[in-house]
């Protein structure tokens, strides 16, 4: 079993940054993938970012060159770190990890970006 605290949402105006934390509650070093989606009103769910153990990251189109995954082992913490904000990545973000052959989710944290 594997809880995830997110925390660092909020509102932000547009062009404004927020890092978002997702805590685990033990380690993430043996933890081959974690990311962070995202699910707006309406909309379905979508991944934002991902890191792999090896370090490699992923991103979706729209927030590559903005957004940032990185992960500390020792802290047991992934982040996502956002910049140049857009009213459109307005959602509830949610912290993701594949431990094994079992996905666990966090609560979401609220991010909301006003124009």
């Known amino acids: 079993q594997v809880q995830l605290v997110e925390s660092g949402g909020g509102l932000v105006q547009a062009g404004g940054s927020l890092r978002l934390s997702c805590e685990a509650s033990r380690t993430i070093f043996t933890i081959n993938v974690m990311g962070w989606y995202r699910q707006a009103p309406g909309k379905q769910r979508e991944l934002v970012a991902r890191?792999?153990?090896?370090?490699?990251?992923n991103y979706v189109d729209s927030v590559k060159g903005r957004f940032t995954i990185s992960r500390d082992n020792a802290k047991n913490t992934v982040y996502l770190q956002m910049n140049s904000l857009k009213p459109e990545d307005t959602a509830v973000y949610y912290c993701n990890v594949l431990a094994g052959t079992n996905d666990y989710w966090g609560q979401g944290t609220q991010v909301t970006v006003s124009s």
């Open positions: 890191i792999i153990r090896g370090g490699s990251t």
